[in-house]
C-alpha cells in the first residue's frame, strides 16, 4: 500500500509539473499544501504577489490565484478556484481549469465534480462558461468533468 507521505509528495510533484507545463501565470515556489484523511485526502494550490500564503482569508484577499480540492477514490471535488478580476479575459481561467483537470487525471481520477457559483468577466454565470467548456450539468447544483 502506498505511504500517505508518498501520496502527498506525488500530488505535490504532478501539480507542480502540470501548471509549470499548462498555466503560464504559475509561480515556482507556491503554497502547495496536502492534507490526508482515510479514504481522501485534500489538495490546496496558491501564489501570491508576494509569495505564498497561509490558507486563510488573507489568502483569498492576496492570492494571485488559487483553488482547492478534495479526492475521494476515482472523483475530484474541486472546492474553489479563483482568478483575479486583472487575470480574467485572456484564457487564463480556462488553461487553470484544464490544468485542474490534468493533475485530477494524472492523480488516477475519473471525474471532476464541481457546485459552480459566480460570474465570469463577461459577467455569465459560472455554470454557463463550465458546460461551454465541456463539463455536463449533474444533478440541480453540480457540474461534472468526465476524465
Given amino acids: 500500500m502506498t505511504e500517505p507521505t508518498d501520496?502527498?509528495?506525488?500530488?505535490?510533484?504532478?501539480?507542480?509539473?502540470?501548471?509549470a507545463e499548462k498555466w503560464r501565470l504559475y509561480v515556482p515556489g507556491s503554497l502547495?499544501?496536502?492534507h490526508i484523511r482515510p479514504g481522501t485526502f485534500f489538495l490546496g494550490y496558491a501564489a501570491t504577489d508576494g509569495g505564498p500564503l497561509l490558507m486563510s482569508q488573507r489568502l483569498k484577499e492576496n492570492a494571485?490565484?488559487?483553488?482547492?480540492?478534495?479526492?475521494?477514490?476515482?472523483?475530484?471535488?474541486?472546492?474553489?478556484?479563483h482568478l483575479p478580476k486583472w487575470a480574467r479575459g485572456h484564457g487564463d481561467g480556462l488553461a487553470l481549469y484544464q490544468s485542474v483537470?490534468?493533475?485530477a487525471r494524472r492523480l488516477g481520477c475519473?471525474?471532476?465534480?464541481?457546485?459552480?457559483?459566480?460570474?465570469?468577466?463577461?459577467?455569465?454565470?459560472?455554470?454557463?462558461y463550465l458546460?461551454?467548456?465541456?463539463?455536463?450539468?449533474?444533478?440541480?447544483?453540480?457540474?461534472?468533468?468526465?476524465l
Avoid at 7 to 19: D, F, G, H, Q, S
Avoid at 65 to 81: R, V
Avoid at 133 to 141: K, L, Q, Y
Fill in 131 to 146: 458546460t461551454r467548456h465541456g463539463w455536463e450539468r449533474h444533478g440541480n447544483i453540480e457540474v461534472r468533468k468526465e
Fill in 64 to 81: 494571485v490565484a488559487y483553488f482547492n480540492a478534495n479526492f475521494n477514490e476515482d472523483t475530484m471535488w474541486l472546492l474553489s478556484i
Fill in 32 to 34: 502547495l499544501c496536502t
Fill in 110 to 128: 475519473r471525474e471532476v465534480m464541481q457546485t459552480p457559483s459566480g460570474w465570469t468577466n463577461t459577467g455569465g454565470t459560472r455554470l454557463d
Fill in 7 to 19: 501520496i502527498m509528495a506525488n500530488a505535490k510533484k504532478i501539480t507542480r509539473e502540470v501548471l
Fill in 101 to 103: 483537470e490534468d493533475i
